[in-house]
């Protein structure tokens, strides 16, 4: 039984990280003609710097007389791996990936005054932005996308990040797990969070219930909510469709039911109450949160 479990943990892990390359792969290639790419010389690392110089200045969290040179730089630039959208030649979004080493700390170990525990576990993402005229997501979501392929190149798979609530939540959109490490705290004018992110198991479901889940465009936290919760009460997330009978097909029982219900008041901030009440499908039971959320964006998929 044992060597079983291990097999399908294995295989699902499988399925996860195939299901979250091929998303990466389409939203970096929906980002064209914005070409992304690592900062490959002095001047490619120069331009990201005056990028996030004009950024810092826009925001008024620095002043000119504090970035005399133009160029927005930390100690951890030389040792980062600085992906950059270039548009025209020009470079319009950026962030930044900090590898872990030995002798080192992360600039989420520095900031937070923390540990990231396994050490060596967990790059550190951060310095993303992009500039006005091309935010909107789609290309938000291609950078984060590239940075996952790089991870993977190097044999990651998580990564921690220091993030803003808005950050975190398109984070989640994503399809990204999230665990806070610390925070809020104050850092660049804004209250921010030290988390660890990861592919959450609720993509394969995403994925097979057909409803956009593509990185290009996030989307609300139905249905993904729903079957991340479901996962934690041990549903096969390759059982998840909009078809499946919440009890029959997926076995959970009348208090199991109620649980669901109690997790998804709290991870939305609604009241559901009776709503689910009859409900036989996963199907009817995102129809049902989706009208109860107010959530126009949502239709039944199908």
Avoid: N
């Avoid at 900031?111 to 050490?119: A, D, G, H, N, Q």
């Avoid at 951060?126 to 997501?137: K, N, Q, S």
């Amino acid at each position: 039984m044992a060597a079983s479990a291990e097999r399908s943990t294995a295989s699902q892990h499988g399925l996860l990280r195939a299901t979250v390359d091929r998303l990466a792969a389409q939203a970096v290639a929906a980002a064209a003609p914005v070409g992304i790419a690592v900062a490959a010389s002095p001047a490619d690392r120069d331009a990201v710097y005056r990028l996030r110089y004009q950024h810092v200045i826009q925001a008024d969290w620095a002043t000119p007389e504090e970035l005399p040179d133009e160029r927005e730089q930390d100690g951890f630039d030389a040792r980062a791996v600085h992906i950059v959208a270039w548009s025209g030649g020009r470079a319009v979004g950026t962030c930044r990936l900090v590898f872990p080493d030995p002798t080192e700390r992360l600039p989420v170990e520095a900031v937070f005054e923390l540990v990231v525990e396994p050490p060596t576990s967990a790059p550190t993402l951060d310095r993303l932005l992009v500039e006005p005229g091309h935010r909107g997501g789609a290309l938000t979501s291609a950078l984060l996308a590239y940075a996952w392929q790089e991870l993977r190149r190097r044999g990651f798979e998580s990564a921690s990040a220091i993030a803003t609530k808005p950050v975190m939540r398109l984070l989640r959109g994503l399809g990204l797990e999230l665990t806070v490490l610390a925070g809020p705290r104050m850092y660049w004018g804004e209250e921010r969070y030290a988390v660890l992110c990861a592919p959450s198991v609720g993509l394969i479901a995403r994925d097979e219930l057909d409803v956009a889940a593509a990185w290009g465009e996030p989307e609300p936290e139905i249905p993904l909510a729903l079957v991340e919760i479901l996962a934690d009460y041990r549903v096969d997330p390759r059982k998840l469709t909009v078809t499946a009978r919440l009890v029959e097909d997926l076995g959970l029982d009348s208090l199991e039911l109620v649980g669901v219900v109690v997790d998804l008041e709290e991870r939305l901030g609604i009241h559901l109450g009776d709503e689910l009440t009859g409900v036989k499908t996963l199907g009817e039971a995102i129809a049902r949160v989706s009208a109860k959320a107010g959530s126009a964006r949502w239709t039944l998929p199908g």
